[in-house]
C-alpha cells in the first residue's frame, strides 16, 4: 500500500510552492551500455564537470528539442540538473517541511538532492515526491543542488510494456546495436513531463482528504453510484484528446490545454477518454470545471503488482475529481490470453477496492469469444477499425460489421458498451471522390457509417461513442505512418478536418435532442 497521500500542492497561509521548472542541464549517458552515469557518480559533483551538457526546458519530453536524431531515438539514462534556491526561511524553520515533487517523469527515475538520494519511481505519468527537509538541513541547503535520472526504456514490466532487441548479426548492425520494440503507435515520448515544484507544508498538516461529489444535474451523476447504466448521461458524445504536439512532445504546455479545451466546447463534446495514460492534474481541474472523462493508466507477477500499485497512484491523486466517470485500467492488452482472466479480476476487483463510487473498465480489441477479462468489468469498451485494418477500401462492410460486433457483445455479456475508438486516418488536405484512404471524405464517410449505427444502438445498450482521434500525433517511423498518425479530426497544429465539422454537427444536434 503506498505512503501517504499525494494532495495537489497548492499555496495556502501556511503553505508555500515554488515552481523550479525552467531550464536544466541535461546529459544522455550515449554510453554502450547505458550506465556510466551511475559508475561515474554524476549526481555527486555538478553536472557539467561531468562532460558535455546541453540546456533542456522542463516540462518538456528532450526528444524534439535538438537537431540530433540520436537524442530524438535515445533509449536509456538521461541526466537533468538544476541549482536551485530555497529559501532560507524554510531550512531556518523547524516546523516547515519542505517537499520535492516531481509531477510526472517517463518511465523510471531517480532523484538526488545535493548528491545524496531522496527517492526513485517507477511510472511514467504520476507524481512523486520525497520529504528534502532534512537532507537540507545537513547540507546547509543553498544553493540545492536537484539531479534527476530518467530512464525510458519499456520492459514487459512497465506500463505500457515494451522489448529491447539486440541484434547479433554483425554483418548488418554494429556492436551493441539494440531497438526498442513497441506495440503501441504513438512515439515514446521521454524526459520530465510536467512541473517539478519545492513545497512546505506545516509538520503537522493534512496528508490526504476525500471528496464525495454529489449533484443533482445528470452530467456528474455518475459519480456516486456504481451503477454504470448511469454513465448513460454523460458519455453520449466523447472524443480523445492527447496532449502530444510539436517540439515539447508529451511536456505539459498550458496553451494547448486551454485550445483542446476550447475546441471540444466548440464540437459540443461532453465527454473524453484519456488515452493510454494518466493526465496531467492540471488537465483533471480543467475538465472538473466543464467536460467530464475517464481516465486510463505482460501478466506475470511483477506486471500485476506494477500494475496494481499504478492503480493505486492514480486513484489516490485523481479520486477527487467530479470530472473522472470511470477507471480504466488498460488499454488493447492481451486479453485473450489466458492469464488474462486472473490478471483483470485481480486489477479489476482492486481498483474497485479503492474507489466502490466509480465503474471500472478496460479498453479491448479482442475478440468477444476469447476475450479473458470483460466479465469482470462494469462497461465492455470496444475499439475496432472497421474499412481500415480490415477490410481496407470497403465503407460499405461498417454497417453489417457493427451491428454484429455490438450484437455479439451484448448477447453474451449484457453489459452497457462503449466504441472507444473507431476513425480512419486522413491527411489534411488530401481529397478524392469517390473517396479513398488517406483523403478526408474517407474520413468522414467512414465516421458516418459508425454513426448510423450508433443511432440505432444508442436506443438500446451503447452509450457511448469515442472517436480516434481528437488530433494527429507522433507516432514511431513505420510504413503505416504517413509522419505519425493521421486518425486525427483535428491536425497536429489544431485545425479541423472535414471530421471535424461532421462531429460538431453531431454533437450539438444529439445535445439538443437529448437536452
Ligand atoms: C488503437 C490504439 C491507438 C492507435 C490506433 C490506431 O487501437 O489504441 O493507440 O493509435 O489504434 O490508429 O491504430
Known amino acids: 500500500a503506498l505512503q501517504g497521500g499525494m ?11 515554488k515552481d523550479v521548472s525552467g531550464l536544466w542541464s541535461f546529459r544522455a549517458d550515449l554510453s554502450p551500455e547505458r550506465n556510466r552515469g551511475f559508475e561515474q557518480h554524476w549526481y555527486r559533483s555538478p553536472l557539467a564537470q561531468t562532460g558535455p551538457v546541453i540546456d533542456m526546458p522542463v516540462p518538456s519530453s528532450y526528444n524534439d528539442i535538438t537537431q540530433d536524431a540520436k537524442i530524438r531515438d535515445f533509449i536509456g539514462w538521461v541526466w537533468y540538473e538544476k541549482d536551485v534556491w530555497v529559501p532560507a526561511r524554510w531550512i531556518q524553520d523547524r516546523g516547515a ?31 512523486f515526491e520525497a520529504d528534502i527537509s532534512g537532507v537540507l538541513r545537513q547540507t546547509s541547503g543553498n544553493p540545492c543542488r536537484i539531479t534527476i535520472a530518467v530512464n525510458n526504456t519499456l520492459t514487459l514490466e512497465t506500463l505500457p ?12 548492425y554494429p556492436a551493441g546495436y539494440f531497438v526498442q520494440n513497441t506495440d503501441f ?24 482528504i476525500s471528496v464525495e461529489t454529489t449533484f443533482s444535474d445528470n452530467i456528474v451523476s455518475s459519480r456516486t453510484h456504481t451503477d454504470p447504466m448511469s454513465v448513460k448521461h454523460c458519455i453520449v458524445t466523447s472524443l480523445t484528446p492527447r496532449f502530444v504536439w510539436q517540439i515539447r512532445g508529451k511536456g505539459f504546455d498550458w496553451p494547448l490545454v486551454v485550445k483542446d479545451f476550447n475546441l471540444m466546447k466548440w464540437m459540443g463534446v461532453n465527454s473524453f477518454r484519456t488515452s493510454h495514460y ?15 472523462f475517464s481516465d486510463s493508466p505482460g501478466f506475470g507477477n511483477v506486471s500485476l503488482a506494477h500494475h496494481l500499485t499504478v492503480m493505486e497512484e492514480l486513484v489516490r491523486r485523481d479520486k477527487n475529481h467530479p470530472s473522472v466517470v470511470m477507471w480504466s485500467v488498460a488499454n488493447e492488452p492481451a486479453s485473450e490470453m489466458p ?15 479503492l474507489d466502490s463510487s466509480r465503474p471500472v473498465t478496460y479498453i479491448t480489441d479482442s475478440n468477444y469469444a476469447r476475450d479473458q477479462g470483460a466479465q469482470y468489468v462494469d462497461v465492455i469498451c470496444v475499439n475496432s477499425y472497421l474499412s ?13 460489421q457493427l451491428n454484429t460486433q455490438f450484437d455479439d457483445w451484448y448477447d453474451k455479456y449484457q453489459k452497457p458498451i462503449i466504441q472507444s475508438e473507431y476513425g480512419a486516418d486522413a491527411v489534411a488536405g488530401l481529397h478524392s471522390d469517390p473517396p479513398m484512404m488517406f483523403t478526408e471524405e474517407y474520413q468522414t464517410t467512414v465516421l458516418q457509417n459508425y454513426h448510423n449505427v450508433f443511432d440505432q444502438k444508442r436506443k438500446e445498450f451503447v452509450i457511448g461513442e469515442l472517436i480516434w482521434n481528437f488530433a494527429d500525433f507522433m507516432t514511431a517511423q513505420t510504413i503505416t505512418r504517413v509522419v505519425g498518425n493521421k486518425k486525427g479530426i483535428f491536425t497536429r497544429q489544431r485545425q479541423p478536418k472535414a471530421g471535424a465539422l461532421l462531429l460538431r454537427e453531431r454533437y450539438w444536434r444529439i445535445a439538443n435532442e437529448t437536452g
Not at 494532495?7 to 510552492?17: G, I
Not at 527515475?109 to 504520476?126: I, R
Not at 477500401?393 to 454497417?399: D, R, V, W, Y
Open 97 to 127: 517541511r519542505i517537499v520535492l515533487r516531481v509531477g510526472s517523469a517517463h518511465y523510471y527515475s531517480v532523484l538526488w538532492v545535493n548528491g545524496v538520494k531522496v527517492t526513485e519511481h517507477e511510472g511514467g505519468h504520476l507524481p
Open 339 to 353: 492469464p488474462a482472466g486472473f490478471y483483470f479480476k485481480e486489477l479489476v476487483s482492486h481498483t474497485k477496492s
Open 161 to 172: 510494456p515494451g522489448t529491447i532487441q539486440y541484434m547479433n548479426d554483425r554483418s548488418r
Open 278 to 292: 494518466p493526465y496531467a492534474e492540471e488537465i483533471l481541474q480543467m475538465a472538473d470545471r466543464g467536460v467530464p
Open 388 to 400: 481500415w485494418y480490415h477490410d481496407p477500401g470497403h465503407t460499405e462492410l461498417i454497417s453489417l
Open 7 to 17: 494532495l495537489f500542492p497548492t499555496e495556502s497561509p501556511s503553505r508555500e510552492v
Open 185 to 208: 503507435d504513438f512515439f515514446n515520448y521521454a524526459g520530465i513531463h510536467r512541473p517539478v515544484l519545492l513545497y512546505t507544508t506545516p509538520k503537522a498538516h493534512i496528508d490526504d
